[in-house]
């Protein structure tokens, strides 16, 4: 029976703001510019409003200037298309963030394509993508990037550890495999069709799990004093109708097994805005030539 330690992902976004801002506030006083983000947010998702709510809020916070722009659900995928170019050509505008998913008559990834690089601050213009697996400059997806440094702040070196991804994602699953790999780990990338989910978990030093399912990996899948990042947010009825938040992870047969975990709320989630800010800062450093912090 080992002691779980857990990674606290609040107090790790708290100091990695605190660092954005910091660095926000010396490029302001260098030299006159305040990096700024637009937000699209197209329809009336609940989840992508509060998520598009609180970037916008944070950006604002860590002293950068935050543009929400919301377009009706019947949005067509042209006039869409025309924000982009507008905001791609617009000098102010240091970073675009299209929220997903986005309306079925709007395919997203013509939408992320349409994006300049340089701006795309979630990381998934095809040349990011390519730069991230070929280790070039790229901006790098928020919530894979947070969770490898709640990885690192867990365990220091992850050099030759093996990791094992549940989830393929485009936003998660894929760079995150990335991201290890260029660690020095050697990366599984599972899915829902791999055979033996559980015996590929269990010979994880490190396990991500990013399915979508709520506590798809079961205590029994975890190999002692395996280091687990939960990205997974789900809602479960409660107790008096009111609905509860769970991973991907069984977080309470994880205690005693797992080495250290990410809470379900308070662990992955709250890193991902936090490196949002970063990518915003770093793309406005990038496209004015100035040098960009280490934050
Ligand atoms: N929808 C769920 N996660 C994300 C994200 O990281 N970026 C964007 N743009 N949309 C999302």
């Not at 899948?221 to 107790?239: C, Q, T």
């Not at 509860?244 to 047969?253: I, P, S, T, W």
């Not at 936090?274 to 912090?293: E, H, K, S």
Request: glycine letters at 10%; charged letters at 20%.
């Amino acid at each position: 029976m080992v002691e779980t330690r857990l990674i606290d992902g609040k107090a790790a976004a708290a100091a990695l703001r605190q660092r954005v801002a910091a660095a926000a506030a010396d490029l302001a006083a260098r030299y006159a510019t305040v990096p700024s983000l637009a937000a699209v947010l197209v329809g009336e998702d609940p989840a992508s409003e509060i998520y598009v709510r609180s970037k916008a809020k944070a950006t604002r916070e860590a002293g950068l200037a935050g543009i929400e722009h919301r377009l009706p659900a019947a949005t067509s995928e042209a006039e869409l298309l025309r924000l982009i170019d507008t905001l791609n050509a617009d000098p102010a505008i240091d970073g675009i963030l299209v929220q997903l998913p986005l309306p079925p008559q709007i395919n997203p990834q013509r939408v992320i394509e349409a994006l300049d690089p340089a701006k795309d601050v979630d990381g998934f213009h095809p040349r990011n993508v390519g730069r991230l697996w070929s280790g070039g400059e790229a901006l790098v997806p928020c919530t894979p990037w947070g969770a490898l440094l709640l990885l690192r702040q867990a365990m220091g070196a992850l050099a030759g550890a093996d990791a094992v991804v549940i989830g393929r994602s485009n936003i998660v699953g894929k760079p995150m495999a990335a991201l290890l790999l260029a660690e020095n780990c050697s990366v599984t990338l599972a899915h829902s069709k791999s055979r033996d989910l559980p015996a590929l978990a269990r010979r994880a030093d490190i396990l991500v799990a990013a399915v979508g399912r709520a506590e798809l990996v079961r205590g029994t899948w975890i190999k002692p004093g395996a280091v687990v990042i939960d990205v997974g947010i789900n809602r479960l009825p409660g107790e008096g109708g009111k609905s509860r938040l769970v991973g991907d992870v069984a977080f309470a047969e994880a205690q005693g097994i797992a080495g250290a975990i990410t809470p379900v709320p308070g662990g992955v989630g709250p890193m991902t805005i936090a490196c949002l800010l970063r990518n915003t800062l770093l793309a406005a450093c990038r496209r004015r030539g100035l040098p960009a912090p280490e934050v």
